[in-house]
């Protein structure tokens, strides 16, 4: 009895500690974007500063490996997007030979070491006597974001009605409409959880990124290659910008996803209390 009663409590205290040991490193990085180091390295607190946040971008090569990896990012979030999608709605729509063969090789890339993939992918593209550069990026983070699309939109895809399409049909739209009025709008919160999520792995992605970059500096690339010198505080800003972007666009993407959802409450709601409504009357 008296374990039962600490059950609780103990597990609140792991869930907090939990959480603690996650966003201490945050917390650090956030604070330490105001430091004012005076030397190189940017490992003691030694004042509190906004210079380094007027000026991101004043360290060199900096704002290029920056905005490479937001460029690659958005590129291959748009493609990664788009395969995953159609994939998922293939896999789940769709009986066909070969579908367990293809469930298997989805789900292989989210199995396999980073390290691995990165290693294979150099290979292939030394063997195709490709140069490894920017396209090679995209080309690699789009190869392991799609598994992540996937296994997004198919758990959007199972949970969705499939006779309020066939009822568009019914009414004559065709497959075209019907997908474009009916089922995007439906999966929309699936899709921008799955291009936030492809997102913030291709930015943040390091080993893959490492063995297929080439001469083309990333933000991380760029980071690595810092750290040996030390870090200098304009990283750490534009971590915290990075960071709190992805935060508000997940923030909208929940209140987004609350709002449909009280909103397809409301449509089943309304014929019931419509059909009872003339039964109370009487």
Known sequence: MGLSRLRTPLLGAWSVLALVYLFVPIAVVIAFSLNDPSGRFNLTWEGFTLDHWKHPFAVEGLGEAFKNSLLIAAISTAIAVALGTAMAMALVRHRFRGRSSLDFFVFLPLATPEVVLGAALLGLFITMNTETGFVTIVIAHVMFSVSYVVVTMRARLEGMDRYIEEAARDLGA??????????????????????????????????????????????????WGAARQGVPPQVNVLATGLLVAVLVLMALNVAWQKKRARADARVAVEPARAAVQPGLAQ
């Open 174 to 223: 065709n497959g075209f409409d019907t997908f474009r009025l009916v089922t995007l709008p439906l999966i929309a919160p699936g899709v921008a959880a799955a291009a936030l999520l492809t997102f913030a792995l291709s930015v943040d992605d390091f080993v893959i990124t490492n063995f297929t970059a080439g001469q083309t500096s990333t933000f991380p690339l760029f980071i």
